[in-house]
């Protein structure tokens, strides 16, 4: 009976896994294909990916979005983090009403977050074109350095400031030596969360696609129109790759933390 | 609680949310509302006056609500849907499993979220184009003579849609059901109840909660969909965001878009709204 | 190298939290090096006063002082306190001797100075070989010798316990208890000790301060507090007890209460108008003499119907009447159902 049970489990969860997965390692087979065509592959080949590395557009959409990323994270984990911070002294329903706020950018459209940026750029001209991005990125990702930080300081045992303060420690030492190296489990994931997303953003980006940045989501659509598919292919493995080690890392050092569970 | 100053820890408090509320109002409320007044106004207007003629346009052209609105509200309900019940049946089966197996799985499913969603798009046309995976197994079988067009259709979209918000509905999910002891269900067994009764009767309207949350996360992710629709749709599927963008850019009508994106803020809020005032009236009465 | 501690005074603390009042006009002056338990139930107020005297609550009204000033508004870290919290409260990331250096690092001592002195303060409380380990790594009794390592090291005037036993097991309890006295009166800081175990307050006290619902019902020695309790709440919270009421009757035989049909004799310290409000009276378990020969005229009859092996001790419980009256004593050998008589003199509650 329980054996019947175990199947079922099991087959379940291999069609899942299949249905979420497998897409994303066909496109990996693709990108070993000599040939531009015909699925599956015929022999296995890695010039794609030699490919990659000699187009100018690429590298310099992967710098632009990494700077870009690196931009979001800082400004929004430290927006996040002292919000949640904040957040933690204030009670019922002022903390209520403030969540809801801060939150409010997950529950809008990010087309509207994206024709504000666009809005901004038409109206103040495309010098502003990096400052608008980040913005926009950063208003768009704040809320879950926010969510995750506080459902960690939802079981943070003020005690261990108290007694900071109770041996002299004023405010500001206590924040850095006690609350902020405890709370580090999910400042970090949250760091990494709001690179990813910031990196692989597409909808706000792409309205300001006619400006000088040229994130790298956006070369790798322009890449579709006109590169061959196993080119393409490989571009995607190595940015699927480089995601897969990012959740790797948060996951493995930071563990539920960065799922913003504290249970 | 900490004390600051004497018996103010309020202005600490509001010291410390001040950096991201401002931020957030100065680049999200503001340009909200801005955006806001803009679709009040009209591209060909010379001066600056408020009208509703955006609204008016749009909802007087069959075009737009049946063939754009009504599209995005209904591809989104079937893909938050089949979602729900695919992210269910998935997030159930892993509470089942063992601890370590359990985070081995929250990895190898949060990895489609990590990665880009043009990169995730791709992978479906690549299996559903003319070439692809599909049309070369139907083809090689002989169930078609020749490759058929899986793509650029309403039932791509579909498909796109919920292999991406799947992950989301999953993992929300499995955070409420794991939280159901086991020992619920049990009891339900030892007073004579079949494994499927137990199940019908304790476990899932425990999991209605979450199902609720859930759905709404995954209606709004759907509904705001961008991505998905303008790569698998191939320009024949028009979606509310996809419509505000090419409004914007391509027909330089900002005001337009604008009303666009304000008519999907609104659509989506309501959406949100009844799926959880019926869920809650129809599953939740008088219990909670 | 020890500043003496210093006296504190509390001045008619009012603590008002939402619409109830927690603290009522709470008045307390403890003397230098004293130590002093605040005894009471949970959620009487013990935990507040103690906080509100640490600088991590303040006061709706009223008045602190440690020494001759006035701390009332001074935030936690300005006052010179040692604070040790019920769950130990030792900071995770950090080892037990970074723990109990941090205070000293605050102020501006050398890197080899607050080593040096942190170690001392383990070795006062035996741990100096785990100075190295981290918290999670050391049983809940070391971690709590970590705790007030950590808390007496800075020498405050006035070292602060808010219930820091609770979360040990009992034969560790004991252990602690000893040693936290030892340190005490080795150091002669002021000491307050927040509890609500009344035998812990008992064996460690100079005075205990008897709480209930915001208000200080007694302040005693736990003699004083055992044989002359101010009313029935103490009577029955500082140890077991058996509790009459009634009025009593003063004949040229002495004064006595009548109940469950019978005369109880009652010491009888002052005069009495007989009639107007009820008294009540008391006699603790082990007062009572048990009387094995029933032909003796003196003491009531009962018959034993519940026998309680403590180990040290007997409790029987003897039903007189209507009443079961708990007896305490060391003779084991009578078995329920047999019959005794109870020889007791009831003491007047006196508020």
């Known amino acids: 009976m329980a054996h019947r049970n175990q199947i079922a489990r099991n087959v379940v969860l291999v069609l899942f896994l299949g249905f979420l997965l497998l897409p994303l390692l066909v496109l990996v087979a693709v990108s070993v294909n000599p040939q531009v065509m015909a699925f599956p592959p015929r022999g296995f080949s890695l010039k794609w990916y030699a490919e990659i590395f000699r187009k100018e557009e690429f590298l310099s959409a992967a710098y632009s979005s990494f700077i870009l990323a690196l931009a979001t994270s800082a400004l929004s984990v430290v927006l996040g983090v002292l919000a949640a911070l904040g957040m933690r002294k204030l009670k019922g329903r002022a903390s209520g009403v403030v969540l809801a706020m801060l939150q409010s950018p997950l529950f809008f459209p990010a087309v509207i977050v994206a024709l504000a940026a666009f809005q901004i750029i038409t109206t103040m ?111 995607s493995t190595v940015l699927i790759i480089f995601s897969a080690f990012l959740l790797f890392v948060s996951e493995r050092f930071f563990g539920a933390a960065s799922r913003g569970q504290s249970k | 609680m900490s004390a600051v100053a004497h018996s103010q820890p309020s202005r600490s408090a509001a010291l410390l949310v001040l950096p991201a509320y401002v931020v957030l109002t100065l680049c999200f409320f503001i340009p909200l509302i801005w955006i806001g007044v803009q679709s009040l106004t009209d591209a060909r207007a010379t001066e600056f006056t408020l009208s509703l003629s955006n609204y008016a ?110 992950p989301f509905v999953f993992l929300t999910l499995y955070g409420v059901l794991k939280q159901i002891p086991n020992e619920l269900t049990s009891a339900a067994l030892t007073v004579g109840a079949t494994p499927l009764r137990a199940f019908a009767r304790v476990f899932l309207p425990l999991s209605i909660p979450g199902l609720i949350a859930a759905g709404v996360l995954a209606l709004g992710i759907n509904m705001e969909s961008f991505v998905v629709p303008i790569l698998l749709g191939g320009g024949r599927v028009t979606f509310m965001s996809v419509a505000a963008y090419e409004m914007a850019t391509v027909s330089n009508n900002l005001p337009f878009a604008a009303a666009i994106g304000m008519i999907l803020l609104a659509t989506t809020f309501l959406a949100i709204f009844l799926y959880q005032w019926a869920m809650k009236k129809v599953f939740l009465s008088s219990h909670y | ?26 008045n307390l002056e403890v003397k230098t090096g004293e130590f002093i338990s605040i005894l009471g139930p949970s959620g009487c107020g013990k935990s507040t006063i103690l906080r509100i005297v640490a600088g991590l ?81 050391l049983s809940g009794g070391q971690q709590q010798r970590v705790a007030i390592a950590r808390a007496t090291v800075i020498n405050p005037s006035v070292l602060l316990l808010d219930e820091p036993l609770s979360a040990l097991d ?121 009387e094995r020969d029933l032909s003796v005229d003196s003491g009531v009859l009962g018959t034993i119907e519940r026998k309680v092996f403590l180990g040290a001790a007997v409790d029987y419980y003897v039903r007189v009447g209507e009443r079961l009256i708990h007896v305490n004593t060391v003779d084991g050998s009578i078995n329920v159902g047999g019959q005794v008589r109870l020889q007791f003199v009831l003491q007047e509650i006196e508020g």
């Open chain 3, 57 to 137: 609550d303040f006061a709706t009204s009223g008045e602190v002082l440690i020494g001759t000033k006035a701390v009332t508004h001074l935030p936690a870290w300005e006052r010179e306190i040692g604070l040790v919290f019920q769950n130990f409260a030792l900071w995770p990331h950090m080892t037990a001797l970074e723990n109990v250096a941090f205070g000293l690092e605050l102020r501006k001592l050398s890197k080899d100075e607050c080593r040096r002195r942190a170690l001392e303060a383990l070795r006062l409380v035996q741990l100096e070989h785990l100075a190295s380990r981290y918290p999670s790594q």
């Open chain 1, 125 to 235: 001209g495309i010098e502003v074109s990096f400052f608008a991005l980040l913005m926009a990125h950063v208003v768009v990702t704040m809320p879950y350095p926010l969510r995750n930080v506080l459902a960690q300081l939802a079981n943070f045992d003020s005690r261990l400031e108290e007694a900071a303060m109770s041996l002299g420690a004023k405010p500001i030492t206590v924040f850095f030596r006690i609350t902020l190296p405890l709370i580090r489990a999910s400042v970090i994931p949250a760091f990494l969360l709001v690179f990813v997303l910031s990196w692989n953003n597409y909808t706000v980006s792409i309205f300001l696609a006619g400006t000088n940045w040229v994130t790298l989501p956006l070369q790798l659509r322009a890449y579709l129109q006109y590169e061959y598919e196993p080119f393409v292919a490989a571009m």
């Open chain 3, 1 to 26: 190298m020890a500043t003496p501690g210093k006296p504190i005074s509390i001045k008619n603390l009012v603590k008002r939290f939402a619409s109830t009042e927690v603290l009522q006009g709470v």
């Open chain 2, 57 to 166: 346009r749009f909802f007087s052209d069959s075009h737009y609500v049946a063939g754009l609105l009504w599209r995005t509200v209904w591809l989104s309900c079937a893909a938050t849907l089949l979602s729900l019940i695919i992210g269910y049946a998935g997030a159930y089966f892993v509470t089942r499993l063992g601890e370590r197996t359990q985070s081995t799985m929250l990895f190898l499913v949060m990895c489609p979220l990590w990665v880009n969603l043009v990169v995730r798009t791709l992978s479906l046309m690549v299996i559903l184009g003319r070439d692809g995976v599909v049309n070369g197994f139907l083809v090689a079988t002989g169930i078609v003579p020749k490759p058929i067009q899986l793509l650029y259709n309403d039932w791509a979209v579909l498909f796109g849609m919920v292999q991406m918000s799947t």
């Open chain 3, 170 to 290: 009992k034969s560790l309890r004991k252990d602690m208890q000893l040693e936290i006295k030892s340190i005490q009166q080795k150091l002669g800081i002021t000491t307050i000790f927040v509890t609500h175990d009344q035998e812990e307050a008992m064996s460690l006290s100079d005075r205990i301060v008897v709480m209930r619902a915001g208000k200080i019902v007694q302040i005693d020695t736990p003699e004083r507090l055992y044989s002359n309790p101010v009313d029935r709440y103490v009577a029955q919270f500082v140890g077991e007890t058996n509790l009459f009421s009634g009025h009593s009757v003063t004949t040229p035989e002495g004064t006595f209460l009548f109940a469950d049909g019978h005369p109880h004799r009652v010491s009888s310290p002052r005069e009495r108008v007989n009639g107007g409000d009820e008294s009540h009276y008391f006699v603790r378990p082990e007062w009572i003499r048990i």
